[in-house]
């Protein structure tokens, strides 16, 4: 059963304009969520995270929004640049069970075209 | 700093081949992970190490054989590997092993012939 769920696989958005990256999440105990961007053959580099307490952070052109009722978070990039591109996945955890590891969704591949 | 080094970069071994990957991090935390990821899917946890001791194995193969010198230092062993567990192995590590932010290294990227 898939807790965390980003449903779509891609998205193509133009330079300058805003992408957002969705993601969708099952387990109402998650209580903190990260976005992580992804190049072919590297590892993920951590981008931004929220804690449940809050409903949005932003960090430069990275601003990630959460919906607790509606059990959705969205990552919103402005203005999205080439360098953008890349697969973005959202994690989630409850850090209130202890070791409870990250769980990931299965990626969202943005292509920023210029 | 939020660096994890890993190494090698690449590795080809065969079926019946002993080798070991390696990861480092200096940032002080006392939390370290395995995770394997294939093409096209979110990294799979394998192991995770908290204050040296292992406090999850994800059930994985005995193939697979974690080890923590020191809080630094995560190393696999691999031993008998199959075709299929050719992939990218990533190291991660987190201040204490609970479910905060994980810094990933850049990975080893095991070809099994």
């Known amino acids: 059963d898939q807790q965390v769920k980003q449903n779509s696989p891609s998205l193509s958005v133009q330079e300058g304009r805003i992408s957002i990256l969705n993601c969708d999440y099952t387990?109402?105990?998650?209580?903190?969520f990260l976005w992580y961007k992804k190049y072919p053959a590297e590892g993920p580099t951590f981008l931004i995270s929220?804690?449940?307490?809050?409903d949005k952070n932003e960090d430069g052109r990275f601003t990630v929004f959460l919906n607790k009722s509606a059990k959705h978070l969205s990552l919103h990039i402005v203005p999205s640049q080439p360098g953008d591109s890349a697969v973005y996945f959202c994690a989630a955890s409850d850090r209130y069970s202890g070791n409870t590891p990250l769980v990931f969704g299965k990626g969202t591949r943005l292509s920023v075209i210029a | 700093d939020t660096e994890v080094t890993q190494t090698p970069k690449h590795l080809v071994m065969g079926m019946t081949n002993k080798k070991s990957l390696k990861c480092e991090q200096h940032m002080g935390h006392r939390a370290m992970y395995w995770y394997k990821q294939k093409a096209k899917k979110p990294p799979e946890l394998m192991f995770v190490?908290?204050?040296?001791?292992?406090?999850i194995n994800e059930s994985v193969p005995s193939r697979f054989s974690p080890e923590c010198p020191n809080s630094s230092l995560l190393n696999l062993h691999l031993h008998a590997l199959q075709p299929e567990d050719s992939a990218l192995y990533l190291c991660?590590?987190?201040?204490?092993?609970?479910?905060?932010?994980?810094?990933f290294g850049p990975g080893t990227r095991l070809l099994v012939l």
């Open positions: 929220i804690s449940s307490i809050k």
């Open positions: 387990n109402s105990m998650f209580d903190y």
């Open positions: 991660a590590s987190s201040q204490a092993g609970g479910a905060e932010t994980q810094y």
């Open positions: 190490y908290s204050y040296e001791k292992l406090s």
